[in-house]
């Protein structure tokens, strides 16, 4: 049972791979990030199931275990490198932030790593409350602590920050 569920939750983790591809529309990624936890979770419990099989799905499920056990040791070893293979790791289990949101629009940061630059935004419009499509994105020299709203013009998106609101930056939506 356990392992249909697993099969699929990969098999909507790859449908919404190929839909962002191919049109820039994915599945929301609240409902994404469960999906991830459930997929991430049902396979550590694949494995403690599976372990006395000693079969192909057992060594598959093992990666489910191992792989933050890589990334600690990976740490210990070298901060750098710990950091890269955490990185790694940790982009597919992070959760969605989202800075600003208004009607049907997000501004989300992007998960850039631990080693990443700042400041880099996506823009997301939502489609029918469960599909949203990648409509813009940005880096700015600002946080997202200091982003305070977002504003909708036709083809353009406006960004207005707190510390002063009369600087703003400008977004050519796609």
């Not at 036709?154 to 977004?171: F, H, M, N, Q, W």
């Amino acid at each position: 049972m356990i392992k249909k569920v697993h099969l699929g939750l990969l098999a909507i983790i790859l449908l919404n791979l190929l839909l962002y591809s191919v049109f820039d529309l994915g599945i929301n990624n609240a409902i994404m990030f469960l999906v991830r936890v459930l997929m991430y979770a049902s396979g550590v419990l694949l494995f403690f199931i599976t372990i006395k099989n000693r079969s192909a799905i057992t060594f598959y499920s093992s990666l489910y275990i191992l792989s933050p056990l890589v990334v600690f040791f990976s740490w210990l070893a070298d901060g750098i490198l710990g950091a890269l293979v955490g990185s790694m790791f940790f982009a597919f289990l992070a959760p969605p932030n989202n800075v600003v949101q208004n009607d049907k629009y997000q501004l989300r940061s992007q998960f850039t790593g631990f080693l990443g630059g700042c400041c880099s935004y996506s823009l997301y419009e939502t489609k029918l409350s469960l599909f949203e499509k990648k409509i813009g994105e940005f880096r700015a020299e600002r946080t997202s602590n200091e982003i305070a709203d977002l504003e909708i013009y036709g083809g353009r998106a406006v960004v207005y920050y707190k510390e002063e609101p009369t600087d703003s930056t400008l977004i050519q939506i796609k």
